[in-house]
């Protein structure tokens, strides 16, 4: 099991990954994407280390009672064919609700998920207008778009999540953004910040002004 699904990192309690949950967070290896604003590189390019599934397994097992849930996050978890295996594997052993977190490239893989209720929570980003894609992530805006459609309707708790970069993108993208989104969803624009990115043009980029955020896009979290 642990073999199809590789782990690169294990954080064993989140507070602030899936909100209102005590959490603990498993990274899996790779990405389809090449978000030049990246912050977790090893796991993109497959060269952190692999953990043991069963090992994290009795970690979370002897501390459920404490845990809310587990987020499953990456890299990017849909690329993995094995995961609905994995995630149930998890559910069955742990006991514990599962919240996704994925960049929505894979909607077959995400509806299989919804389908089997091996997610009870979702947060998918929306990077990018859907024509921007190409530009933004090296990756296509049609599959996100369908995947948003398949979350909205299917009523699972659902989160919406856009870095803003200033130096990739203008206030006008994020409005552009929003629109796609379309209402009634919780939308969390994160802030870009400089770092160990992918890209190393965007080391030392620009950070987003914040109030100025604030001023255009009241009520939206900012993280
Ligand atoms: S930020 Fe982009 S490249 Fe990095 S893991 Fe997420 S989707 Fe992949």
Not at 50 to 78: A, Q
Not at 124 to 147: F, L, N, T
Not at 181 to 202: A, M, N
């Amino acid at each position: 099991m642990s073999e199809a699904v590789p782990i690169g990192g294990y954080l064993p309690v989140s507070f602030i990954d899936w909100a209102g949950h005590v959490a603990p967070v498993l990274f899996l290896c790779g990405c389809n994407f090449r978000c030049p604003y990246c912050h977790n590189g090893d796991l993109v390019e497959m060269t952190s280390g692999r953990l043991d599934l069963e090992v994290i397994l009795e970690d979370m097992k002897k501390r459920s009672v404490f845990l809310d849930g587990l987020v499953v996050s990456g890299g990017e978890p849909t690329i993995h064919e094995g995961l609905p295996g994995f995630l149930s594997s998890i559910k069955s052993e742990t006991g514990l609700d599962i919240k996704l977190d994925t960049n929505g490239s894979r909607p077959d893989l995400l509806g299989a998920l919804v389908g089997k209720s091996l997610v009870d929570a979702v947060s998918i980003d929306v990077k990018a207008s859907w024509s921007d894609y190409p530009r933004i992530v090296r990756g296509y805006g049609r599959p996100v778009s369908e995947s948003l459609e398949l979350l909205r309707s299917s009523g699972i708790p659902l989160e919406v999540r856009t870095t803003f970069v200033p130096d990739l993108m203008k206030i006008e993208d994020l409005i552009d953004i929003e629109k796609q989104i379309g209402p009634d969803v919780r939308w969390v624009i994160q802030l870009f910040r400089p770092g160990e990115t992918l890209d190393p043009s965007l080391r030392n980029g620009s950070v987003p002004n914040i109030e100025e955020l604030k001023k255009r896009f009241p009520g939206t979290i900012l993280k």
